[in-house]
């Protein structure tokens, strides 16, 4: 029995095309196996294998398209076309894809991550074609801990929304812990008190903190020279002196460490006779007259 002609090309297209598809699949999990064997399990590991994977998909892709379109002098111009059509009806997907690109290629942000984008913030788990996947931190939960929700952001999002990155090119942030105490209070005791806490907190990352801010200063050269140790603001207010010890902190540990100072700096500053810790307080000295009618 002869298959017609546009039935037999009909099948030799949906044959290639399944072939494709299965050395597609075949292909990713021999390159995710050999990245597993050669590299430790680490976020850039993570991250390679991501490209790997988008790497093969889009071959495969493309691959298809030729198998369904042919490779002609007519290939570009249906590509032109078929693009086109695409663009117009796939515009999200299109600009996701633009994103990834972006992301890729402009260095913004790799698996591993902690970025803020829009109004989601957390920890990046993954990067596909599409969308990438944020271990969520903050909303109910104060500070930087996790909600346990897993949220899905469109890479488009990346041209039209901010992306914060907290420790992409320098792992630190600058925290702060500030305490109002009263104007007969030893402030320059007290000073002397949360500037000891601060340093004893970070001279074990200063050297680090510092090295990594000079490899930045390559990167972004208009960075002026900051200082990694603690420092301490004074201003006087209305009620009290308040006092602000400015320090570096592994962006990941922010809470838990400022948690510790605050917990230290109270239980020190409650052994001190000449140290009370502000607060405000309001005294009522009359109340209107009540007319009766």
Known sequence: MVIPEPYAS???KLVGSLVVILATLGINRLIRG???TRLK???GASTAKMLARNTVLIGGALAIVAIWLGISSNFSVAMGIFGAGIAFASQEIIGSLAGFISIVTGNLYQIGDRVRIGSVTGDVIDISLLRTTVMEIGEWVNADQYTGRVVTVANRAVFSDPVFNYTKHWRFLWDEVTIPITYTSDWRRASEIMLHHGEEYTVHLQAEAEADLRAMDTHFPAIEDLPVTPTLYTVMTDNW???TLRYVVDARRRRAVK???NREL???FEEMADITIASMTVEIVGFPSIRQA
């Open 10 to 12: 009909l099948l030799g």
């Open 34 to 36: 050999f990245l597993a």
């Open 41 to 43: 399990q680490s976020a």
């Open 241 to 243: 002196v308040e006092l």
């Open 259 to 261: 948690a510790d100072l």
């Open 266 to 268: 109270l239980a020190h």
